[in-house]
């Protein structure tokens, strides 16, 4: 029986929310123009000492936008566009077409009951999370 888009999605959902997947999409660029402005700005304000404060400012900043915002893997699979669901879809019915299922829980099932589908689709998950959308996995609470 032929994957279709939504199908796919809820077994990387399941699948992912067994694991408690987690991922925080990092913004080092924000960061960096946040840390260069602040410390611009402390520049032309203070000199060279408001230079220096607004340099560690702006680099403490920095670092707090750059530690991201962990979201639900569900969450993230769920809002991605058409085309990305395309591209996983493809890539999931490559791993799971030999098997012989009617509907997408007996696919869950399937994928559930068998360690070595699971370790397939988890690292065709983590790694489309972490290139495709540069983003940091999380497991657990």
Known sequence: ????????????????????????????????????????????????????????????????????QFKPVPQILMELPPAEQEKLLSQVTAIVRHLEWTDAVQLTMLVMGSQALQEQLLALLVGYVTKELQAEVQYGD
Do not use: I
């Not at 960096?32 to 000492?49: E, N």
């Open 1 to 68: 029986m032929p994957l279709m888009v939504d199908e796919a999605m809820r077994l990387l959902c399941s699948l992912s929310e067994a694991r408690k997947m987690k991922a925080a999409v990092k913004h080092a660029g924000r960061g960096a123009l946040l840390t260069g402005a602040v410390a611009f700005v402390g520049g032309l304000v203070g000199g060279p000492p408001g230079l220096a404060v607004g340099g560690a400012v702006g680099g403490l900043l920095g670092a707090w936008m750059t530690s991201g």
